[in-house]
């Protein structure tokens, strides 16, 4: 039988089914993102050029954030990131200007839908899908920090004290959450209008135990993260818990379909953990940038081989260099035959 990518993505996702595994990878497109006609450009070139399973688009990664009132200099970049110019929230105060946003009146949304909408004319059968952040990593950014206990937010230079925030303004805190889940929601019921199949949602960095305890998580991130994934249909939901100490396990009660994590960092269980999930993994990211395509190729097969008997989507653990080889790329596509 031959199946579309869609229905083959659906019955492995969403179905737990042990059809053959599937492939993709992605990176930031820095040249290429910060127009909606550029970002589908690249991504449609991208997706038929390695014949991917599935496509997660990738945003540049401030879009959000943009959406609530951060500045950035797009002219500007360290890694993925622009410079940050100027962070909504400065101080306690500024918590209350955090409002609901419409995404069919915000330009960073509209911006980012519009590059949906010309993806999926082009990629008719092709699963997408799209990249957002949780509702806690997002507010972070408007405070002027990165959710990584080791990374500050490039062009950040005095931040206000989050987790001062958390003590002296909790109910302003909340109310900003619940403000960017309600925003949040309501984006990705757009996303499927234009035509999207899933989110891939990203925790990211949220759950290392120097950044939130897992009871601050519970009541700062849990609740407005339901908030967000039940309002898209089931079945092309896959969540992303970031870096290390990412424990996995904590999301296996999450009204996703997939859970992705890097096996490889520290504190972060190997494929072979217990998850309710599908599994969405394989290869360290950081290997992408060379022009040997054998250490790809290696990963793979084991991670194939550890999961022959479970459904599973074969990836980077995070996303790979932009600088990423075409060696490298095409070795990690070619581990797994059509």
Same mark, same amino acid.
């Given at each position: 039988?031959?199946?579309?990518?869609?229905?083959?993505?659906?019955?492995?996702?969403?179905?737990?089914?042990?059809?053959?595994?599937?492939?993709?990878?992605?990176?930031?497109?820095?040249?290429?993102?910060?127009?909606?006609?550029?970002?589908?450009?690249?991504?449609?070139?991208?997706?038929?050029?390695?014949?991917?399973?599935?496509?997660?688009?990738?945003?540049?990664?401030?879009?959000?954030?943009?959406?609530?009132?951060?500045?950035?200099?797009?002219?500007?970049?360290?890694?993925?990131?622009?410079?940050?110019?100027?962070?909504?929230?400065?101080?306690?105060?500024?918590?209350?200007?955090?409002?609901?946003?419409?995404?069919?009146?915000?330009?960073?949304?509209?911006?980012?839908?519009?590059?949906?909408?010309?993806?999926?004319?082009?990629?008719?059968?092709?699963?997408?899908?799209?990249?957002?952040?949780?509702?806690?990593?997002?507010?972070?950014?408007?405070?002027?920090?990165?959710?990584?206990?080791?990374?500050?937010?490039?062009?950040?230079?005095?931040?206000?004290?989050?987790?001062?925030?958390?003590?002296?303004?909790?109910?302003?805190?909340?109310?900003?959450?619940?403000?960017?889940?309600?925003?949040?929601?309501?984006?990705?019921?757009?996303?499927?209008?234009?035509?999207?199949?899933?989110?891939?949602?990203?925790?990211?960095?949220?759950?290392?135990?120097?950044?939130?305890?897992?009871?601050?998580? #519970?009541?700062?991130?849990? $609740?407005?993260?339901?908030?967000? %994934?039940?309002?898209? +249909?089931?079945? @092309?939901?896959?969540? &992303?818990?970031?870096?290390?100490?990412?424990?996995?396990?904590?999301?296996?009660?999450?009204?996703?379909?997939?859970?992705?994590?890097?096996? #490889?960092?520290?504190?972060? $269980?190997?494929?072979?953990?217990? %998850?309710?999930?599908? +599994?969405?993994? @394989?290869?360290?990211? &950081?290997?992408?940038?060379?022009?040997?395509?054998?250490?790809?190729?290696?990963?793979?097969?084991?991670?194939?081989?550890?999961?022959?008997?479970?459904?599973?989507?074969?990836?980077?653990?995070?996303?790979?260099?932009?600088?990423?080889?075409?060696?490298?790329?095409?070795?990690?596509?070619?581990?797994?035959?059509?």
């Amino acid at each position: 039988m031959t199946y579309s990518k869609k229905s083959r993505f659906y019955n492995v996702l969403a179905h737990g089914k042990k059809e053959r595994h599937l492939v993709s990878g992605w990176h930031h497109f820095l040249e290429k993102e910060q127009t909606a006609s550029d970002l589908a450009e690249a991504t449609i070139t991208f997706a038929k050029q390695y014949d991917w399973d599935w496509i997660k688009i990738n945003p540049r990664a401030t879009y959000l954030a943009e959406a609530f009132g951060n500045v950035y200099d797009f002219n500007d970049y360290k890694w993925v990131f622009p410079r940050q110019v100027k962070p909504f929230i400065q101080n306690g105060d500024d918590l209350n200007k955090v409002k609901y946003v419409n995404a069919l009146e915000s330009e960073p949304l509209k911006e980012q839908l519009d590059a949906v909408e010309q993806i999926r004319a082009a990629l008719d059968d092709m699963p997408l899908v799209q990249t957002v952040f949780s509702p806690l990593t997002i507010l972070m950014f408007l405070t002027g920090h990165i959710s990584y206990v080791d990374q500050t937010m490039y062009g950040s230079e005095n931040p206000i004290d989050f987790h001062e925030l958390l003590v002296s303004h909790r109910q302003d805190v909340h109310q900003a959450l619940h403000a960017i889940a309600l925003t949040m929601a309501d984006y990705v019921k757009e996303l499927e209008n234009q035509g999207g199949d899933g989110l891939f949602y990203a925790t990211t960095g949220t759950t290392h135990p120097d950044l939130f305890t897992e009871s601050q998580f #519970d009541e700062f991130s849990r $609740p407005y993260d339901h908030i967000v %994934l039940q309002a898209i +249909k089931p079945g @092309g939901r896959i969540l &992303h818990t970031c870096g290390s100490y990412a424990d996995p396990e904590r999301f296996n009660d999450y009204p996703v379909e997939g859970i992705s994590w890097d096996p #490889d960092a520290e504190g972060n $269980p190997d494929l072979t953990v217990n %998850l309710d999930k599908v +599994k969405v993994a @394989g290869v360290d990211h &950081h290997i992408f940038h060379t022009e040997d395509p054998e250490p790809v190729r290696i990963q793979a097969q084991q991670a194939l081989y550890m999961m022959k008997d479970q459904p599973f989507l074969l990836v980077p653990n995070c996303a790979v260099s932009p600088d990423a080889s075409h060696s490298t790329l095409k070795a990690l596509r070619e581990s797994i035959n059509n």
